[in-house]
């Protein structure tokens, strides 16, 4: 019946630990369902009760507060009574109250509360499955001045988010999670603290459900993921002050997840249409002439960017809020350009400390300042020499903010955006405590966070103080977080109806409803490329649906083999910027040779194939919180194989991207998950997960003759291994130019798969022109029906089947069903597969900017036929630009049982489009005719050798209802 169940202990002995108090005059309440069915609420008061540890200063008595938000949202509130209360508790704007519970049956609840008496415990059991999602007796309950811990069991190892370092997609047991925002370097991989602020997980159930938990806190914190014995595993948070204000969430997927807490926390914002395009960013223009005519540059080789940064080059020796005058006439060459690109300029960082510095002296006089400990004015080493910093915690900081921000606005240049840097904050160096500061500072925290070298590091000292005395200790996590409040709300004054667009590198929870985030200063190395991908799949589940990473690296040198694999990358990132440092050489494709030129300038092309896609991506975003950028466990989170993919990655729900992250490679290995079929987007061509006489999870058959032969270990790479080609008829075992390339595809190959050890994984490399390799092939005489062959260009499949796996106990309903295929990827290409299932909308000719997409109503429509032949898809268009938005278009397109239909959710004549061109891939037979209104549709054709049918000419209104039947 889904009863809350409550279970009392008895004590004896020594014992230290919170209780659940009955007595009189407070006692605790469970509010229930009239019916009795379920626990709905709990108010009590906990009593420390400690005769083993007299010396701990844990707080006497607190008051808790247990609510059931929705049947499958719940929160907990532990904090001291009001009378008693010492605690920073961040204002409502940051974490908004509670919601009043939505009216439900508790029959509806899918889930049971356990409570606990002595010690005070609660448990959250999933009532479908009996699996324990939340249980805070793996820890004991600790809550001083300076100290909290709580803790709670994990249903699995399989846990994602705790968003805000470098570290893997899935997160590791028995590791430390800290979260300090932290301005030092980027160290990919080691898993320290960053500019992020997300300590929000997502674990996955045996059963394939998930559930996730968010500590809703400004303090310090380290979280330590703990692996137990026999399989079990929990999660520990121990926090240096505030409250517990937690929230818990199950879903039936990630996705559930991850849309209830986004809206709690604030769902994404809606960006600027331009700003899916590709954006030109260095630090290091001499001028204003140097950096558009570079613009027009590019414009003349046929590479458009969408918009450019301005970065310190603009400002007066790097101090914020002043303009160079090799700068001041950047207005007058952007009027000369036709269609300019659109600008978004760094806005700065502190204020520099200067009598003579009219920013510092208003913010000085109004006691706008940071202050130590002593009360002294808080100050540090930047760009501009000595710095000072804004207090954003006092309102009428935002106000003189807002005046220096529209004073640039007016009077240099009426940017489209801002970008916020160094906003941890940062300072050079390590900054030392001050000695003198208050006795008790120390004492009040006995426990200090393992933070990247010191909590002091490129930062100003916890010790600092805001407004009333606040401790920056408390709040310097929403530092950045209060920045880009005052900051949009001060854009919204000069043009309120409009998205503006702001980049912030420092982010906090429910920062992605405002801003756009980077990762940091990236290194041009190929490790940096592979962290970006796991950096940005971890940070779209926290809602940061908008980021990306600096195409080709910000520090140091980069090579075209990386800068070309990196552009194939960033042109699927939600933001596609390149940007890089004076000291670094160019790295825009002007910078490279006209063979590079011209793929830079198709991969960039690719991006704005997929622009109208993109643009309903955050759409959905922002009304459902889902992530742009996806990890693949997202999507197919019933399959484990997926759980650990971190190199490949869906873009929505309909592509998945499988991109080069190693050096010198030429091929790819690609899973396809579950009993779907994938199509190769250049081609059509189809791949099943899992192909006709094939077992899932078994590796597949095939008669292998591979005959192993070494070669000389080259200089600066690693030892290849080659496999001599068998001579078959037809078919010559020399080297192969790129002139006779089309025959090694169309020829009657199977590529087999093997490994340094035995035959199962291939070393094809493709051809990259201008050079030659060797095509490392393997000849059978009959190929597998599981090989499939395809044109030039196209792309060839190396099947290797998933290795059978020991059954996780754990994941008993949860097992591998896909394969890998190894898919060939010359430097030119980067491997996309549309899923099965699949509707997507493109713009109908190839346009050369965003604006003329906008303005052309044609439209193309792919659909992807899955095995039962259906598919689904969705088209969202508005203005691009406005904030308010009171007329947009919204439809659904689904095919399903040899109907086509488009069903107009929201319509707006301004912007429905017409749909010129369907083309229906996937059809196992081909259409005698096809029925619109009607009447015979003539104009389709049809190609019976894959399948595929083109229907034109039928113009189709996306904000009208159509019906297309077609009959076999």
């Not at 977080?481 to 503006?500: C, G, V």
Request: hydrophobic letters at 35%; a positive charge.
């Amino acid at each position: 019946m889904g009863v809350g169940i409550v279970i009392c202990s008895l004590y004896t002995g020594l014992f230290a630990a919170y209780i659940l108090e009955e007595s009189k005059p407070e006692p605790s309440r469970f509010t229930m369902d009239p019916d009795g069915h379920g626990i709905r609420q709990l108010f009590g008061r906990l009593e420390y009760l400690n005769t083993s540890h007299p010396s701990i200063d844990n707080y006497p008595s607190l008051k808790v507060k247990l609510e059931a938000i929705s049947p499958s949202e719940i929160q907990l509130r532990i904090a001291p009574p009001p009378s008693e209360n010492r605690q920073f508790i961040p204002d409502t704007d940051i974490f908004p109250e509670t919601p009043t519970p939505s009216k439900f049956n508790n029959r509806d609840l899918e889930y049971d509360l356990a409570i606990k008496y002595v010690p005070f415990s609660i448990r959250v059991i999933r009532k479908s499955t009996k699996a324990v999602v939340f249980d805070s007796s793996v820890a004991e309950l600790v809550f001083t001045e300076g100290q909290l811990q709580i803790g709670t069991s994990l249903t699995s190892d399989k846990l994602y988010g705790l968003a805000g370092d470098s570290g893997p997609l899935l997160r590791r047991m028995g590791k430390t999670h800290t979260f300090w925002i932290n301005g030092g370097e980027y160290y990919p991989g080691q898993g320290n603290n960053l500019y992020g602020y997300h300590p929000f997980y997502i674990n996955l159930e045996p059963s394939g459900h998930s559930n996730g938990m968010v500590v809703m806190t400004t303090s310090p914190m380290d979280v330590d993921l703990i692996d137990g014995d026999n399989g079990k595993h929990g999660i520990i948070y121990k926090i240096m002050g505030g409250i517990l204000n937690l929230r818990i969430f199950l879903g039936a997927k990630p996705l559930d997840v991850i849309g209830a807490y986004t809206r709690v926390v604030g769902r994404p914002f809606l960006p600027p249409a331009w700003s899916l395009g590709f954006s030109l960013s260095r630090w290091g223009w001499n001028s204003s002439a140097h950096l558009l005519q570079h613009h027009r540059n590019l414009e003349r080789s046929g590479t458009r960017y969408e918009s450019v940064m301005l970065d310190i080059d603009y400002m007066e020796q790097k101090t914020p809020f002043t303009i160079n005058a090799k700068f001041k006439d950047y207005k007058h060459h952007l009027k000369n350009i036709k269609d300019p690109p659109k600008t978004y300029i760094q806005i700065g960082f502190m204020m520099k400390k200067d009598m003579k510095y009219e920013p510092f002296r208003r913010a000085y006089y109004n006691n706008l300042l940071i202050k130590t400990c002593r009360g002294d004015l808080e100050s540090g080493r930047n760009y501009p020499g000595i710095v000072t910093f804004p207090d954003f915690l006092n309102p009428k900081t935002s106000r003189w903010w807002g005046k220096l921000i529209r004073g640039v606005y007016h009077d240099f240049l009426e940017f489209d955006g801002i970008c916020l840097d160094l906003n941890e904050p940062k300072v050079w160096g390590n900054k030392v405590e001050e000695r003198n500061c208050p006795k008790n500072y120390k004492q009040r925290f006995p426990y200090t966070i393992k933070a990247q070298r010191s909590m002091s590091w490129r930062t100003i000292p916890p010790s600092s103080l805001h407004r009333s005395s606040t401790l920056h200790l408390d709040v310097h996590n929403i530092y950045s977080y209060t920045k880009t409040r005052s900051t949009i709300m001060e854009l919204r004054k000069i043009n309120p109806n409009r998205r503006w667009f702001i980049l912030s590198r420092s982010h906090f929870m429910g920062s992605g409803r405002w801003v756009a985030f980077w990762n940091g200063d990236v290194q041009s190395s190929w490790e940096h490329l592979r962290i970006s991908v796991p950096n940005l799949l971890t940070l779209g589940m926290a809602g940061m649906a908008m980021g990306g990473s600096d195409i080709c690296g910000y520090r140091w040198d980069t090579n075209v083999e990386l800068c070309v694999r990196w552009y194939q990358v960033g042109a699927f990132y939600p933001l596609a910027r390149t940007h890089n440092r004076y000291t670094a050489k160019d790295q825009d494709p002007l910078a490279f040779s006209s063979t590079y030129r011209k793929i830079i300038k198709q991969t960039m092309e690719l991006r704005q194939n997929f622009i109208i896609y993109l643009y309903t991506l955050f759409y959905i975003a922002h009304t459902k919180g889902h992530p742009v950028m996806r990890a693949m466990m997202l999507e197919f989170s019933e399959d484990e194989e997926t759980h650990g993919l971190e190199q490949q990655f869906m873009v929505g729900d309909a592509i998945m991207v499988c991109p080069v992250l190693e050096k010198n490679a030429r091929s790819v290995r690609c899973y396809l998950p579950r009993e779907t079929i994938w199509y190769d987007f250049y081609t059509a061509e189809v791949f099943e997960a899992n192909p006709p006489n094939s077992q899932p999870g078994k590796q597949g058959r095939g008669k292998r003759n591979c005959e192993k032969q070494s070669t000389k270990r080259k200089k600066g790479h690693h030892e290849e291994l080659r496999y001599k080609v068998k001579q078959s008829k037809g078919m010559n075992t020399k080297k192969h130019s790129l002139k006779n390339y089309k025959n090694y595809y169309n020829s009657n190959v199977y590529l087999c798969a093997v490994s340094r050890t035995s035959c199962k994984k291939s070393s094809f490399e493709s051809p990259n022109p201008p050079e030659q390799h060797d095509a490392g092939i393997q000849r059978n005489q009959t190929v597998p029906q599981t090989t499939l062959l395809t044109p030039h260009n196209s792309t060839v499949v190396i099947p290797t089947r998933v290795k059978p796996k020991k059954r996780n106990q754990m994941f008993g309903n949860i097992q591998s069903r896909g394969r890998y295929v190894t898919l060939p990827a010359p430097l030119d290409k980067l491997n996309i597969l549309i899923r099965g299932g699949s509707v997507l909308l493109t713009p109908y000719s190839q346009q050369h900017r965003i604006s003329e997409i906008w303005e052309n109503p044609w439209i193309s429509m792919g659909v992807y036929l899955d095995q039962k032949a259906y598919a689904r898809g969705q088209l969202y268009f508005d203005d691009g630009i406005s904030r308010f938005k009171s007329s947009a278009s919204f439809s659904v397109i689904t095919v399903v049982g040899g109907v086509l239909t488009v069903v107009p959710k929201i319509t707006s004549k301004a912007f429905c489009r017409i749909i010129k061109e369907i083309s229906i891939f996937g059809m196992k037979e081909m259409p005698r005719s096809l029925l619109y209104k009607g009447r015979h549709v003539t104009t389709f054709h049809t190609w019976k050798e894959n399948g595929n049918v083109l229907i034109h000419s039928l113009r189709l209104n996306t904000c009208e209802f159509h019906k297309i039947v077609y009959r076999f």
